[in-house]
């Protein structure tokens, strides 16, 4: 079974400095890892996504992620926060052998609050 | 271009009472999701479709159902609605065939319904 861990429930950033969004994972394959942001009041906006490949993943609003296999990680980064960054951010994993229908495991969440 | 589109927004139930919530997408997408939100859970599958007609259950799907008549359409029905169901719910979908491989294309998501029952 494939499982997603975010350990933190939120990290505080100022803004113009770097900001690191932790996410470890688990699955018997080879992972497809995900990370998406929430607004309040809306629902999950997809940032970006490792597949294969470069193990650096550039996304939407200048958010990269680095997919780390020995350390079974995807952290997510951004080199200068910003105060509208501030939202809510969700992992999420899928193991490509389990099954059919594309279904991601989430990882409960991390709030990310930037302040001035 | 609406993408996901989720009815009702908004709703409030006694215990006991039924209540069918909408998703429709306009992506020709083949898989649609039924998720829950709760403080701390993250989000949990509760159903999810692969195709029109198609049906399947995810993590947590006691006390609920689910149908597909329509590609574009996925309902979510409480038969007997129960505290325990207050939730922010949402509806994803993903998988287009003319973009390329459905197995690496990203879930897009409504914005929610937030149903709470007394």
């Known amino acids: 079974a494939q499982s997603v861990a975010q350990p933190e429930d939120q990290v505080n950033v100022a803004e113009g400095n770097p900001l690191t969004v932790k996410c470890t994972y688990s699955v018997s394959g080879n992972p497809y890892l995900f990370w998406y942001v929430q607004y309040p009041n809306r629902g999950l906006q997809f940032l970006l996504k490792?597949?294969?490949?470069?193990?650096l993943v550039k996304g939407s609003y200048g958010f990269e992620a680095e997919f780390n296999k020995s350390q079974t990680s995807f952290h997510l980064k951004k080199p200068s926060a910003l105060v509208s960054d501030s939202a809510l951010y969700f992992c999420?994993?899928?193991?490509?052998?389990?099954?059919?229908?594309?279904?991601?495991?989430f990882g409960t969440g991390t709030q990310l609050k930037v302040e001035l | 271009n609406a993408g996901v589109t989720q009815t009702p927004k908004f709703r409030v139930l006694k215990t006991g009472q039924s209540m069918t919530l909408l998703c429709a997408q306009d992506?020709?997408?083949?898989?649609m999701y039924w998720y829950r939100q709760d403080p701390g859970m993250g989000l949990r599958l509760i159903h999810y479709?692969?195709?029109?007609?198609?049906?399947a259950k995810g993590e947590v799907p006691d006390g609920y159902n689910v149908s597909r008549l329509k590609k574009q359409n996925f309902l979510l029905g409480l038969e007997s609605a129960a505290p325990s169901q207050t939730s922010v719910y949402f509806c994803?979908?993903?998988?287009?065939?003319?973009?390329?491989?459905?197995?690496?294309?990203?879930?897009?998501f409504g914005d929610g319904t937030r149903l709470s029952i007394l």
């Open positions: 992506m020709n997408h083949e898989y």
């Open positions: 994803a979908s993903s998988g287009n065939r003319d973009r390329g491989p459905l197995g690496n294309q990203p879930q897009h």
């Open positions: 999420a994993v899928r193991d490509p052998f389990e099954g059919g229908g594309n279904k991601l495991t």
């Open positions: 479709s692969v195709g029109e007609g198609t049906t």
């Open positions: 490792y597949i294969t490949g470069d193990n």
